[in-house]
């Protein structure tokens, strides 16, 4: 994995870098962007989507139904290469 491919892999553990709408984006592809709007609902603004690390993301990853994002609140300052180090009394520095 790349230094920073950590990054394309999202809190809830889809990987974001085979997502139509992150590839679409990336790729500015915009039939696929307008394609994923249509079939989604969403704008086409919303489905451009810079993957879960980022602070450009779906509306459905926004809101992740499964609580995913509000537990994997981290301070970055918590991170060691990217990853958060929990102690033995669950604490995380």
């Not at 489905?47 to 690390?53: F, L």
Request: with cysteine; proline share 2%; glycine share 10%.
């Amino acid at each position: 994995m790349e230094k920073d491919g950590w990054k394309l892999i999202g809190i809830c553990g889809i990987y974001c870098g085979d997502c139509p709408s992150y590839l679409a984006h990336q790729t500015n592809d915009i039939e696929e962007l307008k394609l994923r709007a249509q079939r989604t609902g969403f704008t086409l603004e919303e489905v451009r989507c810079d993957g879960c690390h980022s602070d450009n993301l779906m509306p459905t990853c926004i809101e992740c139904r499964h609580g995913f994002r509000q537990c994997a609140k981290v301070s970055v300052d918590s991170l060691i290469d990217g990853y958060a180090v929990i102690t033995n009394d669950g604490m995380i520095r």
